[in-house]
């Protein structure tokens, strides 16, 4: 934690201390707030009457809302790795897709693309009205104060999301047990979930571990490594394990739990077949490129000098490195299954996710 000071720290805390107030006035005003809709129907609350209650608190299970069924959806994060897949496949699944980015005159996506900045309410609160389901697809991982501004972005997000008027919010986080002495980054996307939610609209999180598919930045951090160095020399983290999934399938999952009124108010693991340590995953990667590798692991290293030494042989910066780094010494694998039953399909393997991210990169090569 050198680089991390005490300030750094005590910010952090603090911060950390402020979202639990914030998160008991939330639960007081979401408390009033039910108390006035009781009281105008006594039936239930209005983002249960479309989408039906959380699995916790239901007797039997809620059938699926129709498939033919159109939603309009926001999609945050639009532009990226993840929501340049997403958007299309809403459309194709038949929802109406508005595509919130800060650069909308430079946005080539699917859907309507809107501006909006998950760090300003008012222009979220603009583009998220009308809509029924939003999806949150954003991070700050390259800031250094990623922390503080990704907990504000999900607070004004989910109270901009509640005066809109969206019924449900779906979100993409971070695998790793809250038992385990979680990285900042990681603890951060778990706080995520619950600022989201602070504001009374249900949220569905889906927590991943490594993304495979070309442009994800913790796969391209892979690819580069292998093909940029014969021989690596790399730290304990070479042996922690991960549980990867192709992006195709993280798409099925964020499309098939919009569809699911199961689905409401709960978070799932998802991953795909294989349990693969950081070493494993990088000489696969080799094998199927046809290079060779050589990993040899160096307990010394430690995650400062990992970090600029990554930002040298590949692109991803050194404030992105560095979080990812630290990251890597939790354990990110599945816990809980139950995504499977309820979005049933068969996850891709991980040699096949690594030759479909190939195949991708050599399409957009073209
Ligand atoms: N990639 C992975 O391997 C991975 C693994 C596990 C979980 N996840 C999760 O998946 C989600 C999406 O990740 P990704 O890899 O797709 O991210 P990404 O490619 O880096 O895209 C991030 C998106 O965030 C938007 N954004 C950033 N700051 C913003 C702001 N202030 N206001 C509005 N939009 C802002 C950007 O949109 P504009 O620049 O157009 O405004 C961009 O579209 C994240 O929650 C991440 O934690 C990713």
């Known amino acids: 934690m050198e680089e991390f000071d005490d300030g750094y ?35 239930r609350p209005a983002h249960e009457a479309r989408l039906g209650r959380p699995r916790e608190v239901q007797k039997a299970r809620q059938p699926p809302i129709s ?10 994060g639009a532009s990226g790795f993840v929501g340049g897949r997403l958007c299309p496949a809403l459309q194709e699944a038949g929802h109406e897709v508005r595509a919130m980015t800060r650069h909308p005159e430079t946005y080539r996506g699917a859907g309507e693309p809107v501006r909006a900045d998950v760090l300003d309410g008012k222009s979220l609160a603009a ?30 997000f989910g109270y901009a999301a509640a005066k809109a008027g969206v019924e449900r919010i779906i979100y993409l986080g971070g695998l790793g ?43 391209e951090m892979t690819r580069q490594l292998v093909e940029h160095l014969p021989a690596m020399i790399t730290p304990r983290w070479v042996r922690t394990k991960t549980q990867p999934i192709a992006v195709s399938d993280v798409i099925r999952y964020l499309v098939g739990v919009l569809e699911l009124a199961e689905a409401v108010g709960r978070a799932f693991d998802i991953g795909g077949p294989d349990i693969l340590e950081y070493g494993e995953m990088m000489r696969r990667v080799a094998a199927i490129e046809g290079r060779k590798l050589v990993v040899v692991p160096v307990p010394l290293l430690s995650p400062s000098l990992s970090a600029r030494w990554l ?49 991708e990169r050599a399409e957009a090569g073209r």
């Open 9 to 43: 720290w005590s910010a952090f805390r603090e911060h950390d201390r402020r979202v639990r107030e914030e998160l008991v006035d939330g639960r007081r005003h979401l408390f009033e707030a039910e108390m006035k809709e009781d009281r105008r129907s006594p039936g």
């Open 67 to 76: 498939e033919s069924e159109s939603m309009k959806v926001l999609v945050a």
């Open 127 to 156: 583009a998220a009205q009308g809509c029924e389901v939003a999806y949150y697809l954003v991070h700050s991982l390259d800031d250094a104060n990623f922390v503080l501004r990704d907990a504000n972005a999900a607070r004004a």
């Open 177 to 219: 047990e809250d038992s385990d002495d979680l990285s900042a980054h990681l603890r951060s996307r778990r706080e995520v979930e619950a600022l989201l939610g602070c504001a009374d609209v249900p949220v569905t999180t889906l927590r991943a571990g490594i993304i495979v598919g070309h442009g994800g930045i913790s796969w």
């Open 311 to 359: 930002s040298l042989v590949t692109d991803v910066d050194a404030q992105t490195g560095r979080s990812l780094i630290d990251s890597m010494s939790n354990e990110v694998i599945v816990c809980d299954n139950s995504i499977r039953a309820l979005v049933p399909f068969e996850p891709m393997d991980y040699n096949s996710a690594v030759a479909q991210a190939l195949g």
